[in-house]
């Protein structure tokens, strides 16, 4: 399978049944996620365990890859320290982002998200969930630090 079936079939797949979708209530953290352009809305809520996410939601409206985005960054985060967090974002945003950058393969799954670099102005459909979680964990940060 190429990577652009991949990323269709993930991307359907993941709109039709998001994954770890809904509120975590109480949560240690969270933030909220706007993408103008194609008028994506999330909100995501987390758990800390350390520097480690235990647990994570999102929820929101928005467009199929904005939706499977957030989708598989949840499960590819969840349990992961802020350090590995920090290190995927960094993959990912230069996967989406650089056209021939090649696709690391650590990336896993969330390699089908290279197929979005084909549509530029779907990036920031893509990587809003990823500048929300880091909102959220950079609010957490920030806490932690008052206390
Ligand atoms: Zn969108």
Redesign the pocket.
């Known amino acids: 399978m190429d990577l652009k079936d991949l990323y269709r079939e993930v991307i359907l797949d993941h709109n039709k049944s998001p994954r770890l979708y809904g509120k975590l209530e109480p949560a240690d953290s969270s933030a909220d996620g706007h993408?103008p352009?194609?008028?994506?809305r999330l909100h995501i809520s987390v758990r800390l365990d350390g520097d480690r996410v235990s647990d994570l939601r999102f929820e929101g409206k928005?467009?199929a890859?904005?939706v499977a985005s957030a989708s598989m960054m949840c499960e590819a985060v969840k349990g992961k320290r802020r350090d590995d967090i920090a290190h995927l974002f960094h993959e990912i945003h230069t996967v989406l982002t650089q056209h021939d950058a090649p696709v690391p393969e650590d990336l896993g799954k969330l390699a089908a998200l290279s197929g979005v670099r084909e549509f530029p102005v779907?990036v920031?459909?893509a990587s809003?969930c990823w500048h929300t979680l880091n909102a959220a964990l950079e609010r957490s940060a920030a806490t932690v630090k008052t206390e």
């Not at 352009?37 to 994506?40: E, I, M, N, R, T």
């Open positions: 993408n352009l194609c008028g994506d928005g467009c890859i904005s779907r920031k459909c809003l």
